[in-house]
């Protein structure tokens, strides 16, 4: 059953603001949803009547594609960016290791010199 939300709702992997549609949930949720206010049944969709609704539709459902390829795109190259500075900082983190594992030579020969007492 499509819901249209009355109020925020979120999940571990969903977030829903007032007047979101979403057809996530089963039926016997949906129900619960409606009862207690949090949501009500989404009217149906509308469809265009004349030539220029359907072309506005349209124009619509084009931009909002590029906006999403240009979000994907950001996305990639945002990715691309970040795995750069991983093995930038794998590098950084293998030459730096080795030498924190190492003990000094002067903590080693502090530890190894008699104790003194006085």
């Excluded at 190259?77 to 750069?84: E, I, K, T």
């Excluded at 093995?87 to 594992?101: G, T, W």
Aim: aromatic residues 6%.
């Amino acid at each position: 059953m499509k819901l249209k939300m009355l109020t925020s709702y979120a999940g571990i992997d969903f977030a829903l603001s007032p007047g979101d549609e979403t057809d996530r949930f089963s039926d016997k949720e949906a129900k619960r949803l409606i009862e207690f206010g949090h949501a009500e049944k989404a009217p149906p969709p509308k469809k265009p009547e004349t030539r220029q609704e359907w072309d506005d539709e349209r124009a619509k459902l084009i931009e909002e594609n590029e906006r999403l390829l240009a979000e994907v795109e950001a996305g990639t190259q945002r990715v691309a960016v970040l795995d750069a500075e991983l093995v930038h900082l794998r590098k950084l983190r293998d030459a730096i290791v080795p030498f924190a594992a190492e003990p000094s030579l002067e903590t080693t020969a502090v530890l190894k010199a008699p104790e003194k007492r006085g």
